[in-house]
């Protein structure tokens, strides 16, 4: 069952889909908060994650970031990484006030720069007992280096440039400078990005997945906040709280995950799902039920699902 909620986040307004397990057990559940891409949306990965665990028996939590979806805040399309911290961690503050939850077995799932979001917001809030992510991704390095890390130091340098100005024209009465997240077609998105900008235009900008509430552009004011963003420099505080890292074989951010593993500390596991490319880990059924059974059997045993008892036979 899917029921529409909102919760305060830093005093923004953030909208989510709680999903709850119909399947007549009682009792506080354990609960998982389920985090979505830079620019998507509840209703895209982040729900297709979180519906599918519920149906595993977990209650979970997908929300809009704060400055997107239905979510509050202005300017719209600001990618704040201290707000997204923050959402999670508010995120998880909402799920302790539900008496269908019990507040010693709430987890995270962070998804590509959630992936990214939830490793500090876990690092610092021991209210959450076990963390996971699939194709996580440092949304800083990324802007920095290029998802492949070959970037030219060239383009960042440019992107500040840019956003230094529009601070200025905003501040003498101009609009929210903005820039687009997306190229116009897949042709200008395989000259941009290879396959891994094909896949993304393909999933945010097509049939396949977009919605119309998914950012299509980002405030030139969200540069220089995501440039000087670390998420994976805490990891290691995670422990002894169990880590998870589920990425595919063919992802091109696939080094984003295994640097930060080996920082980590343990229980930590890394987890390959064998063809997976970064964005079919979004919704491709051949890599998305793989990861989900690896994400149910990880959650379930640092959460402690209750299996109800059958009584014996008289």
């Known amino acids: 069952m899917r029921t529409d909620v909102t919760f305060d986040s830093a005093g923004t307004k953030i909208a989510g889909h709680l999903y709850t397990p119909e399947d007549g057990q009682a009792g506080p559940r354990p609960a998982i908060v389920v985090g979505h891409p ?55 503050s909402f799920l302790t006030t539900l008496p269908e939850v019990d507040p010693e077995r709430i987890g995270a799932l962070g998804i590509c720069a959630s992936g990214g979001y939830v490793v500090p917001a876990s690092a610092t809030d021991h209210r959450i007992k076990a963390v996971a992510t699939v194709s996580a991704a440092d949304v800083g390095r990324q802007f920095r280096e290029g998802a492949d890390g070959t970037q030219n130091p060239s383009v960042i340098q440019a992107m500040l440039d840019a956003a230094a100005a529009a601070r200025t024209t905003e501040a003498r009465g101009a609009g929210v400078g903005t820039f687009p997240i997306f190229p116009n077609s897949v042709e200008e998105a395989r000259a941009a990005g290879g396959q891994h900008g094909v896949e993304g235009f393909e999933y945010y900008c097509t049939d396949r997945a977009q919605h119309p509430r998914s950012a299509k552009e980002f405030t030139l004011s969200s540069i220089d906040r995501i440039a000087a963003f670390d998420p994976f420099r805490f990891v290691s505080m995670i422990a002894p709280r169990p880590l998870l890292m589920i990425v595919g074989t063919e992802a091109v951010t696939r080094h984003m995950s295994t640097e930060a593993l080996a920082e980590a500390g343990e229980p930590k596991r890394l987890h390959w799902i064998d063809g997976a490319t970064h964005v079919g880990l979004y919704d491709k059924e051949e890599y998305v039920g793989p990861a989900l059974a690896e994400l149910a059997g990880f959650f379930t045993e640092h959460l402690k699902i209750q299996v109800p008892t059958v009584p014996a036979a008289t």
Do not use: M
């Not at 994650?49 to 977990?58: D, I, P, T, V």
């Open 38 to 92: 830079a620019s998507g949306v509840k209703e895209q990965a982040a729900g297709l994650y979180a519906r599918r665990l519920a149906e595993r028996g977990f209650i979970t939590l997908a929300f809009d970031a704060a400055y997107q979806g239905e979510s509050g805040g202005f300017p719209r399309g600001l990618e704040d990484p201290a707000h997204r911290v923050e959402d999670n961690k508010s995120a998880v």
